[in-house]
């Protein structure tokens, strides 16, 4: 019942995101962004297309780790957990894909000319792939895999560094941001509710 209430809450919520990232909004977001691509040193710059452009080595380099040592050590707790959130990561992924080409809303630095790309952007915009898979990633470190305290400041400072990296290199708004953390969270919760009811069976 839990999982149904979360999931209607978190549908609702990217709804009303679809919504405001469609609107004159994306204007005043553009405008940030503009801002603060203005106040980027060379260095900043490429530090934040380094971050972007490793997530996956963070996001499914530490979950696969522990589905391969969970085999190896035929510990099937350890492999549970990582495949549910390499699993969570590629629903999250699937579910931002389509959002994206039913919507087709267009990168930042496609519709103002103020805002230069300094990152590779896929297909559009909303939502921002990047940050549904650190969202999914980032939550299953904190609630699955280590469950402490260092696990979450550590996985919020990353997944947080990966959403800013992608608005200061113009390729997402922040209404992009937002709907991909929701996505991510949409992944991680619908898998975990599959696992939940399958590994019972394992």
């Known amino acids: 019942m839990k999982h149904w209430l979360l999931l209607s809450f978190l549908i609702i919520a990217l ?11 994306k204007v005043e977001e553009q405008n940030v962004i503009a801002s603060l691509q203005a106040s980027q040193s060379e260095g900043s710059i490429t530090f934040f297309q380094v ?16 589905v391969l040592f969970g085999l190896i050590k035929k510990r099937k707790e350890l492999t549970r957990s990582g495949l549910l959130i390499l699993l969570s990561i590629a629903l999250a992924g699937s579910i931002s894909a389509v959002i994206k080409r039913t919507l087709k809303e267009p990168r930042p630095y496609e519709v103002d000319s103020r805002i230069k790309q300094l990152s590779v952007g896929g297909s559009n915009s909303f939502p921002s792939g990047h940050t549904a898979e650190a969202s999914a990633a980032a939550l299953g470190f904190m609630l699955i895999l280590f469950r402490n305290r260092l696990s979450i400041f550590l996985s919020v400072i990353w997944a947080g560094t990966i959403m800013l990296s992608r608005i200061v290199l113009g390729v997402h708004n922040f209404t992009d941001i937002l709907a991909g953390i929701v996505v991510g969270s949409i992944g991680l919760l619908l898998m975990n509710a599959i696992f939940e009811k399958w590994w019972k069976n394992q």
């Open 15 to 25: 709804t009303a995101l679809a919504f405001l990232r469609t609107s004159s909004f």
């Open 51 to 66: 971050v972007s452009d490793s997530i996956s080595f963070v996001s499914l380099g530490i979950p696969a780790l522990f």
